[in-house]
């Protein structure tokens, strides 16, 4: 009795730790979100403005990120990037979710020749390296943040619905499921009012763990010229810019990329701790 109630204790201890570390990453999410939502209102400076007389000045107090050799403020950009960069990943993230999770539950439901057909394609998407398959889809589709993201939710779509494949399975002979038949529920509301509300967890957990992913690979292929155009500011061009100056300036490219690891971290940290907290065996 007393090691059942310790053990109870404890997970409860931990449980509590957890939320509270949720609410924190979540409260930095949305200071994140909100400081990219408005970043136009809180550059000190144009991003675009042009000043060579100003040009590759370093970090100081009027301009704590230095300028590009074009005399712009790095800080001002950086927050006017922040804006494509993170809400075209998050556009990117929950277009490659719905995609993938409503190809794989349907999937998962019919089985048979859609099964076969759906998922032998989604293999044949994952036996390449993502980027590179990206590069080759954008080459194609030409430049522009648009094509980025399409080239980007071409490849990310399969993880989704092999995933959410293989939950719509192990869920579809679950008594509560064919209690449900019996009622004389639809497909429909079989699929979206009880297999989709216990697989979103899952889910969800990785869309959140993926965002960090996609982050960087639609900065890569703007770092390559496939994604934001000049004089656009995005964190990956900016890289790119600053990549020839590492030993004159190297802030040019160190302010996008510590951006981009503190982005990205937020992110991960939180679906950590989402994962965590969604875990059945923290529940009491």
């Not at 020749?113 to 293999?123: E, F, K, L, S, Y």
């Not at 080759?136 to 092999?162: D, S, T």
Request: net charge positive.
């Amino acid at each position: 009795m007393r090691r059942g109630a310790a053990a109870t204790g404890k997970q409860k201890i931990k449980k509590d730790i957890t939320k509270k570390k949720l609410i924190v990453f979540a409260a930095l999410t949305l200071i994140l979100l909100l400081a990219a939502a408005f970043a136009r209102y809180l550059c000190p400076y144009d991003p675009n403005e042009q000043n060579l007389l100003l040009a590759q000045k370093p970090p100081g107090v009027e301009h704590w990120m230095g300028t590009d050799r074009f005399g712009r403020d790095m800080f001002s950009r950086v927050l006017a990037g922040s804006t494509i960069s993170v809400y075209a990943t998050l556009v990117l993230v929950a277009v490659v979710t719905v995609t993938g999770t409503l190809a794989g539950m349907i999937c998962g439901w019919r089985g048979g020749v859609i099964d076969t057909v759906v998922m032998r394609v989604a293999d044949l998407f994952l036996a390449f390296p993502s980027l590179v398959f990206a590069l080759a889809v954008a080459g194609v589709l030409g430049g522009g943040i648009q094509n980025a993201v399409i080239a980007l939710a071409v490849i990310g779509w399969p993880k989704f619905a092999r995933l959410a494949r293989g939950l719509t399975m192990a869920q579809k002979e679950a008594p509560y499921l064919m209690a449900a038949r019996l009622a004389g529920s639809s497909t429909p509301k079989l699929l979206f009012k009880h297999i989709l509300p216990n697989i979103a967890g899952p889910v969800l957990v990785t869309a959140v763990l993926d965002i960090g992913t996609m982050m960087m690979e639609l900065a890569g292929l703007s770092f390559l010229g496939l994604g934001v155009q000049p004089p656009v500011a995005e964190w990956g061009s900016m890289i790119n810019d600053g990549r020839s100056m590492l030993q004159i300036a190297p802030w040019m490219a160190l302010a996008p990329g510590a951006a981009i690891f503190v982005t990205v971290m937020i992110f991960n940290l939180l679906g950590d701790t989402l994962r965590d907290y969604l875990d059945p065996r923290q529940r009491g």
